[in-house]
DNA sequence: GCGCCAAAGATTGGCGCCAATTTATCGCCT
DNA sequence: AGGCGATAAATTGGCGCCAATCTTTGGCGC
């Protein structure tokens, strides 16, 4: 039913009460399935440091707006994983060597002291958790070389998880991340991120509440990785190369 | 001069070459003044936790458009130092009780390691800068309360520094900011954040070497600055008897 | 008097268009 | 033949408008 009386004009609102925000599903844009999917793009290695991520083409890819993908690019921008320059674009973030450093010397602080933290924690569901996640590694097609990359990474989440700190997981998410992209960045290409046999041994120190030999073992496994990359050297040159390379191969599947 | 003839309709253009994003000028959102301005004014505590962002009012204040201040924003939100809620817009964040316990932990674990590893690059140049900060620290006024906060925050920003590790500069940063934000939403009111005599002793013990000691000054000083912080029991209460001092407050200051 | 309902106001979210800048291509000159 | 400048295409950046949603507020019934 209609109103029979229309109301008076109210000449202005008084100062609005401050309501404070209660809890009302702060769904974040870490669930956007344009920012998952670019995320695991990279952590997968589909997406090289330096690829240009076009707006256009995020979009019709992704099927949304170009606004959206803007959204979701500028996020990644601040959580350094893809860098926007004005007027260019968004590229894959490309660390730099002393960058790449700090990353790994980063994790070697991070994760040691995660390690200690999930030993602390460790009760009943931690060590089903930790075991379950062994045995999956321990029997994944070591060819399959996603589902590697993937496990990988859940490992390392999972001591993370198993510290119950979240700041420290979110800390610890991001440094992976940016280890895809300067193992990416730096590596001599065909070698693994991670040697096979490092994880079942962290893991089993932790199960064992070895607290010295597990934090040991995780130093030393970040150590691996980092000594894993080299410096490019003449990194112009190499760039260079890899562009014309690049270009004449695109010429040649374009049938120019 | 111009063409004489012109060009010819090209039927489609190739696939466009690849170009690196070569050194052009990286220049970040982090420079942003409405970003400075909004992380300056939380630093200083004349934002609160939970602190209505609007968008027009902003832009106004700042002199820009909407959409730059909703970059802006979309920025602080990345990096938890805002909540956005869709909808409803954009508010300072308020960590809850566990993540500001989180935050301390984290930050134990992480300026312990700061301190360490500034201890072993400590040259010349760096016992020069930490010298100057603690005199500054020393004959400062005490009744400024932002110059106070400043000078506190910049003692742990130095010693980041130090450390010359850029990512773990970062993440103190970005600590910090957010310890900012656990102390305004858990403090008592009233009590300084650090305990005045603290950041002396360890920039002393740093400038002598003692890895040991400096690390435990650290790691109490960190400590002591958490227990100043207590959970908030009847939360819903509080938070609504201060919005209603705030706007009570606010219209006496407008002369109302 | 107290609580529910509906409308107006205010705020955010999103889409489309256009300007600004960059990138690629072509013709010309040396 | 190859570098150089001009021009078109493509891409990004930004502004304005309008729809969607929330908040406030007054009216109405109990």
């Known amino acids: 039913m209609k109103r029979t009386r229309p109301l008076k004009r109210r000449p202005k609102r008084s100062e609005p009460k401050h309501r404070e925000p209660e809890a009302v599903d702060p769904r974040s844009i870490d669930d956007d399935p ?7 793009a990279i952590s997968q290695k589909r997406l090289k440091p330096g690829a240009k991520l076009g707006e256009d083409k995020l ?22 994983v893809v860098m926007q320059i004005p007027n260019r674009g968004a590229f894959v973030y490309r660390p730099s060597w002393e960058e790449a450093q700090d990353i790994f010397a980063a994790r070697r602080i991070i994760e040691t002291a995660t390690v ?16 379950a996640h062994m045995e999956r590694e321990a029997r994944h097609d070591r060819n399959d070389r996603w589902a590697s990359l993937s496990l990988t990474a859940e490992f390392h989440i999972l001591v993370a ?10 800390m610890s998410r991001e440094l992976m991340l940016r280890t895809s ?3 990416a960045t730096f590596e001599q290409p065909g070698e693994p991120d991670c040697s096979p046999d490092a994880h079942p041994d962290i893991g089993a120190l932790i199960l064992a ?9 995780m130093r030393h496994h970040i150590e691996e990785m980092e ?13 260079e190369l890899t562009a014309i390379f690049q270009e004449i191969g695109a010429r040649v599947r374009a049938g120019g």
């Open 34 to 40: 344009v920012v998952q999917g670019i995320l695991t």
């Open 116 to 131: 200690s933290a999930a030993i602390d924690r460790l009760d009943k569901a931690g060590k089903a958790e930790l075991k």
């Open 227 to 239: 000594q894993r990359i080299r410096p490019k050297e003449g990194e112009d040159e190499v760039d």
């Open 209 to 217: 509440r070895d607290r010295a030999g597990a934090i040991h073992a």
């Open 161 to 170: 998880k198993l510290a119950g700190n979240r700041v420290l997981l979110e």
């Open 59 to 80: 979009a019709s890819a992704f099927g949304t707006t170009r606004i959206h993908i803007r959204q979701a690019l500028s996020h990644l921008a601040s959580r350094k």
């Open 181 to 183: 992209l300067a193992i």
